[in-house]
């Protein structure tokens, strides 16, 4: 007889686990903006920008604070949603985080190196604050409020000026090196474009939005990564071509990924998502021509948006996020 | 101040944790040998092969049953191994399964399809058997016993007449589609060489170790792989080029899971792992040119050899394996 004994399982990121009632704002700071959400049981009340000050490595603590204050004006939210006041906050950042020490380890847009968010933040907020990352918790974000809820096993890209990943398995934001989710900075062509990190053909200098409407521009035309794709759908023949090495690199990318992990779901984000068809299509198709399934993997576009973080964000409590 | 609020941890895979004093015996059924260890606290008492019967999947209860038998002659363990019986037993095969519902779904090797091992060993083994996939258990058993002890995010892959793949992230063994590891069946040349699966490309096509016997014997010589690596260590330039190739598609379809998922050791196996620092060198170096960590990642050999999926089977219940 065979007795199935599993593993203790760990409690997947889920809505459904959340402590009822709190009121949970999630604040994830860009490089030029910063985005924050107030959540309450999985419905989004408030959602609004500030821009980011460009010391924002001195000042994150006034920032926090400030964007508190105004989540719980009423400008932004019922009275009756700011009674108690706020329950949870995070604040996701992009570069290398260490979830594990709370740290923001590097980061080349807010200029920060090695940043205690603890103590940048003291003196400014009363109530604790997680630490994530913008991708993982983006892709936390999907899972419980977007375009990957109900999906366990996901791979989550925004491909915007910069291009990283995150990983989820059985339900957890996976989380392993520093260098997790740094797929951007793979080498995909052999002495293919330069990068802004300084090396070559690297994915990010292949398929992210700013490399795909660098492209174009260096080709003699005006615009960027919108224009080349609604060339695309014109039929110009130079925009088709600066797509499809885009498209065939990510596809190359993910494919391995896919493979390894089993992933189910293939979310894109960021600016080159909103391409819609023209991007998921093509990406769809070369997906399906690299990986062993008869029918690929299912690849969808970020159903939150430039939010995902945020909302991410709001419940890092909930999850490796 | 920022409190750090962690996620409820899953129990990594850990030998420490198993239930001290019980008699393991791990089984790994492939397509022409049997491997079987028998462990107790983490030492293997004892390991031995039987030759994989034609008829596998009509007759794997009778296989079990001989097997454990055999583990409680005075053959294999001394009399005072014994006395209390087996008291864990797990098999692992390739191809295709679903552990959760302990169903082997599919294996070309092996002629089954949908096998209900509960079913299959009725009648012919009293101890409840787990069952498991092979390379994920090979996996779980480098990470109790082998060359992964103590690092919790690793990529192994086993590279011999196939090539397959397993992913632990977190000290957890990942188990997502059914497709989770086929990385062997991932397309990275274009109009590449055919493989098995009938279609072209694929990494096992290029980099398998039958695939690169092949390609030496395609060119006029006489060998395998280990013929070729050896030629490789002789400066042959043939050599170089096949083993360059195989050692090139490698890093392509690895990189991108190092990097995605924070991957801090990819370990390979296989009958291709045995030409050592022949194969983990230039694999070591091709890593480091396409990720963006200044280090790349630690690349070594599997530390129990072909005996890693007799090993996790041997632990299935410690671990996602």
Do not use: Y
């Amino acid at each position: 007889m065979t007795t199935l004994q599993p593993t203790p399982s760990a409690t997947p990121a889920s809505a459904v686990d959340a402590p009822a009632g709190l009121l949970r704002v999630g604040v994830d700071i860009g490089g030029t903006r910063t985005k924050v959400v107030a959540v309450r049981d999985g419905v989004v009340l408030a959602r609004f920008l500030r821009p980011t000050p460009r010391d924002v490595a001195v000042t994150v603590g006034p920032l926090v604070a400030d964007v508190l204050a105004s989540v719980l004006s009423t400008e932004h939210l019922p009275a009756t949603d700011t009674a108690s006041g706020v329950d949870r906050v995070g604040v996701v950042v992009p570069g290398i985080v260490d979830e594990e020490h709370q740290r923001a380890v590097w980061s080349a847009n807010l200029g920060w190196r090695d940043l205690d968010v603890a103590a940048a933040l003291a003196g400014h907020v009363a109530v604790p604050v997680l630490l994530g990352h913008d991708v993982r918790a983006g892709l936390l974000g999907e899972h419980l409020l977007g375009a990957a809820a109900g999906v366990d096993d996901v791979l989550f890209v925004p491909l915007g000026t910069g291009l990283a990943a995150a990983l989820m398995t059985a339900g957890r934001v996976v989380r392993g090196s520093e260098w997790t989710g740094e797929l951007g900075h793979v080498r995909v062509v052999p002495d293919g474009p330069e990068c802004g990190c300084g090396r070559f053909g690297c994915l990010e200098a292949v398929a992210g939005a700013t490399a795909v409407g660098r492209r174009w521009r260096e080709a003699g035309r005006e615009g960027d990564a919108r224009t080349v794709s609604a060339a695309v759908e014109a039929g110009d023949p130079l925009a088709a071509s600066i797509w499809t090495a885009a498209v065939e690199a990510l596809a190359d990318a993910f494919a391995p990924v896919v493979a390894t992990a089993g992933t189910r779901l293939v979310l894109v984000g960021g600016g080159m998502a909103q391409a819609g068809a023209t991007l998921l299509d093509p990406l769809r198709a070369a997906l399906a021509e690299r990986l062993p399934m008869p029918d690929g993997v299912a690849v969808a576009a970020s159903g939150l948006g430039e939010w995902s973080g945020a909302v991410g964000a709001a419940h890092l409590d909930l999850g490796t996020g």
